[in-house]
T-cell receptor, first 112, second 115 residues
Framework: DQQVKQNSPSLSVQEGRISILNCDYT??????FLWYKKYPAEGPTFLIS?????DKNEDGRFTVFLNKSAKHLSLHIVPSQPGDSAVYFC???????????FGTGTRLTIIP | DTGVSQNPRHKITKRGQNVTFRCDPI?????LYWYRQTLGQGPEFLTY????????KSRLLSDRFSAERPKGSFSTLEIQRTEQGDSAMYLC?????????????FGQGTRLTVV
């Protein structure tokens, strides 16, 4: 039972353009959502998070949007840079201190 | 503090052997988590500790797996009688229950190959 889904295994975006990564979840108990970035042979690196009381959170070039009624969140990266090429994982938990449930990831490739 | 540290980075073992991995969390982080990641999948939760207490174990954690966190500092994950299906990346993460930042920070992982 995949409670967090990332339906796009891969995405290619031109450098300087916007990258939009999507994530859907099924468990209505999830209240806290995060995005992690992962390079090969490294552990996931935290990018940005959002709690269910908000619908948007920004940090520099990264913005996460949450649509609770649709059980959908997205990560926007503007402008996209070559160093953004990595696998991005969406994760969710029932509160900030509990275990994370991850999606299967989206491989983002930024084309120079 | 250099972050979450995991050792070894790589381990190749023969089927049936026992292996043990170590995780040193960020100092003063109360919570320590173990996850497993296989090819093409996201990390899957195995177990977590608050200080020295093991609070939850996943159904993925069979009887051959045991984890400890003595004194609430570093943690070990042992797999007994390894099977080829145990081949995966084992990730450790830690987080703090206090302060503004509660997100989990991950180590670089231990890649286990069972031959």
């Amino acid at each position: 039972d995949q409670q967090v889904k990332q339906n796009s295994p891969s995405l290619s975006v031109q450098e300087g353009r916007i990258s939009i990564l999507n994530c859907d979840y099924t468990n209505s108990m999830f209240d806290y959502f995060l995005w992690y970035k992962k390079y090969p042979a490294e552990g996931p690196t935290f990018l940005i998070s959002i709690s269910s009381i908000k619908d948007k959170n920004e940090d520099g070039r990264f913005t996460v949007f949450l649509n609770k009624s649709a059980k959908h969140l997205s990560l926007h990266i503007v402008p996209s840079q070559p160093g953004d090429s990595a696998v991005y994982f969406c994760a969710a938990s029932v509160n900030p201190y509990e275990k994370l449930t991850f999606g299967t990831g989206t491989r983002l490739t930024i084309i120079p | 503090d250099t972050g979450v540290s995991q050792n070894p980075r790589h381990k190749i073992t023969k089927r049936g052997q026992n292996v043990t991995f170590r995780c040193d969390p960020i100092s003063e982080h109360n919570r320590l988590y173990w996850y497993r990641q296989t090819l093409g999948q996201g990390p899957e939760f195995l177990t977590y500790f608050q200080n020295e207490a093991q609070l939850e174990k996943s159904r993925l954690l069979s009887d051959r797996f045991s984890a400890e966190r003595p004194k609430g500092s570093f943690s070990t994950l042992e797999i007994q009688r390894t099977e080829q299906g145990d081949s995966a990346m084992y990730l450790c993460a830690s987080s703090s229950l206090t302060g503004m930042n509660t997100e989990a920070f991950f180590g670089q992982g231990t890649r286990l190959t069972v031959v």
